[in-house]
T-cell receptor
Framework: SQTIHQWPATLVQPVGSPLSLECTVEGTSNPNLYWYRQAAGRGLQLLFY??????ISSEVPQNLSASRPQDRQFILSSKKLLLSDSGFYLC????????????FGPGTRLTVT | KQEVTQIPAALSVPEGENLVLNCSFT??????LQWFRQDPGKGLTSLLL?????REQTSGRLNASLDKSSGRSTLYIAASQPGDSATYLC????????????FGKGTKLTVNP
C-alpha cells in the first residue's frame, strides 16, 4: 500500500532562517507531487507541483522553492523565512494510473517568529 | 479561471440529523471532483472521488452527487454523528490534462451530541 511521510511535524524558526521540509511517498512510482500551504483563516493554496524528477511548476511567486531530487521525494525550501511563511504545509500526491485520486500527508506546522 | 465555492462556511447540527454540504464550480469542463475531510491540525483525508462521467458515489453513510451541467456537487451525510465533526472540502480537476486541483474553502461541520 502507498504511504506518504512528511517531516518534521512541527517547526519553529526565526525570521531570516533557512527552511527545508521533506516529503516522501512509498509504494508507488512516478507520482505527481504537490506542496500546499494552509494559512490560518484561509483556504488551501497550491505552491508547487511536479510531474517528474527535476520538473517543478511554481504557482505562487515568493521566497519559497521546491525540488524533486528523486522520484518519490519532494522538498520545500527557503533561504530566508518571512513571518508570512507561517502556516500548515501539506504534501500530496496523485498516482499516474488508476482513478487519479489525490492523497495528502500529515502536514508540517511551521511557525516563524 | 475555475473557482470553487462551498456554502455554508460553517454548519452546526444535532446528532442523528441528515445533512447536505454544497460545492459549486464555475467551469463545467472537469475531469473529476473529490471530497475531503480535514480534522483540526491534520492532513486531508479523501472521502469520495467522482469522475466526470459519473453522477454519484457512495461510501457508507456518505453519498456524493455530481451535476456537471449546473456546476454543482453535494455531499450527503446520513445519520450524522459527533465523530463527523470536521471541515469538509471539495476540489475539482480540470479536463485536458491539467495536473492541478482547485479547492473550495470548506464547510466546517459541528455535530452536537
Amino acid at each position: 500500500s502507498q504511504t506518504i511521510h512528511q517531516w518534521p511535524a512541527t517547526l519553529v524558526q526565526p525570521v531570516g532562517s533557512p527552511l527545508s521540509l521533506e516529503c516522501t511517498v512509498e509504494g508507488t512510482s512516478n507520482p505527481n507531487l504537490y506542496w500546499y500551504r494552509q494559512a490560518a483563516g484561509r483556504g488551501l493554496q497550491l505552491l508547487f507541483y511536479s510531474v517528474g524528477i527535476g520538473q517543478i511548476s511554481s504557482e505562487v511567486p515568493q521566497n519559497l522553492s521546491a525540488s524533486r531530487p528523486q522520484d518519490r521525494q519532494f522538498i520545500l525550501s527557503s533561504k530566508k523565512l518571512l513571518l508570512s511563511d507561517s502556516g500548515f504545509y501539506l504534501c500530496a500526491w496523485i498516482p499516474r494510473t488508476g482513478l487519479h485520486e489525490q492523497y495528502f500527508g500529515p502536514g508540517t506546522r511551521l511557525t516563524v517568529t | 479561471k475555475q473557482e470553487v465555492t462551498q456554502i455554508p462556511a460553517a454548519l452546526s447540527v444535532p446528532e442523528g440529523e441528515n445533512l447536505v454540504l454544497n460545492c459549486s464550480f464555475t467551469d463545467s469542463a472537469i475531469y473529476n471532483l473529490q471530497w475531503f475531510r480535514q480534522d483540526p491540525g491534520k492532513g486531508l483525508t479523501s472521502l469520495l472521488l467522482i469522475q466526470s462521467s459519473q453522477r454519484e458515489q457512495t461510501s457508507g453513510r456518505l453519498n456524493a452527487s455530481l451535476d456537471k451541467s449546473s456546476g454543482r456537487s453535494t455531499l450527503y451525510i446520513a445519520a450524522s454523528q459527533p465523530g463527523d465533526s470536521a471541515t469538509y472540502l471539495c476540489a475539482v480537476r480540470a479536463q485536458g490534462g491539467s495536473e492541478k486541483l482547485v479547492f473550495g474553502k470548506g464547510t466546517k461541520l459541528t455535530v452536537n451530541p
